[in-house]
């Protein structure tokens, strides 16, 4: 199984900005990248989904207005290491935060937002945001 790494939990500063990677292990194969979070007790949240086929690549942004428009997801052009831009932190941000990867569900209108589209899940990383 294929098994992302995320990596880039930290403590951070209200207002501030951050960014957290995800690494996938080599594969051949077209498959879609997830970013969500956690908070304890709470369903875990989706932020963003990017997939990439024949160059384009495909974003779908969660419309939840906690992290519409301050989160922005990215891949490299190897499409191995994807990443999540964290921006205007605020400590309802406080999460574990997790990297999600599927195969075989991108379509023309891009990738899932549903944790329950995700196969395989990295570990997690917490980024605590204090004031």
């Known amino acids: 199984q294929v098994v992302p790494v995320e990596s880039g939990g930290t403590s951070a500063q209200t207002g501030g900005a951050h960014i957290l990677s995800c690494e996938v292990p080599e594969t051949a194969d077209e498959f879609c990248m997830g970013w969500f979070r956690q908070v304890p007790e709470n369903e875990r949240e989706a932020i963003a989904a990017?997939?990439?086929?024949?160059?384009?690549?495909?974003?779908?942004?969660a419309d939840a207005a906690s992290v519409k428009g301050r989160f922005t997801a990215s891949r490299t052009s190897a499409q191995k290491r994807g990443f999540l831009q964290l921006k205007r932190l605020t400590q309802k941000d406080t999460a574990i935060y997790y990297c999600a990867i599927a195969f075989g569900v991108l379509t023309t209108r891009g990738c899932p937002l549903t944790a329950t589209s995700y196969g395989s899940w990295g570990q997690g990383v917490q980024v605590t945001v204090s004031s």
């Open positions: 990017i997939g990439v086929r024949g160059g384009s690549t495909y974003y779908n942004y």
